[in-house]
């Protein structure tokens, strides 16, 4: 089970960090992704970074504003978004997978249940 935290309203130019934390102790096996949803289209690529921490990969509209990162030993996983736009609103999902890089949302074996992120102008 994946639950997403963090979300919320901010300002533009602001910051939020997101988190997301799993219950099984088998976290330290999986990549982990971040993907986002605007109103009525599919879940997006955002950032994925593989078990060990070693190798990320962030989609080019986060680039140099969103890092993904994560803590192994408290099975979480991070995303912190700085210069935040109003074009990042969206819901915020987690995604686990077994493989690295993981671009596509149908590679990913379990998911979050998602995080508003909303952000005013």
């Known amino acids: 089970q994946l639950v997403e935290s963090g979300g919320g309203l901010v300002q533009a130019g602001g910051s939020l960090r997101l988190s997301c934390t799993a219950s099984?102790?088998?976290?330290?096996?999986?990549?982990m992704g971040w993907f986002r949803q605007f109103p009525g289209q599919g879940r997006l690529f955002v950032a994925t970074?593989?078990?060990?921490?070693?190798?990320?990969r962030l989609s080019d509209s986060v680039k140099g504003r969103f890092t993904i990162s994560r803590d192994n030993a408290k099975n979480t996983v991070y995303l912190q978004m700085n210069n935040l736009k109003p074009e990042d609103t969206a819901v915020y999902y987690c995604?686990?997978?077994?493989?690295?890089?993981?671009?596509?949302?149908?590679?990913?074996?379990?998911w979050g249940q998602g995080t508003q992120v909303t952000v005013s102008s």
């Open positions: 995604a686990a997978g077994q493989s690295f890089p993981l671009l596509a949302g149908a590679r990913y074996d379990y």
């Open positions: 099984e102790r088998t976290f330290s096996f999986y990549s």
């Open positions: 970074i593989d078990q060990n921490a070693t190798r990320t």
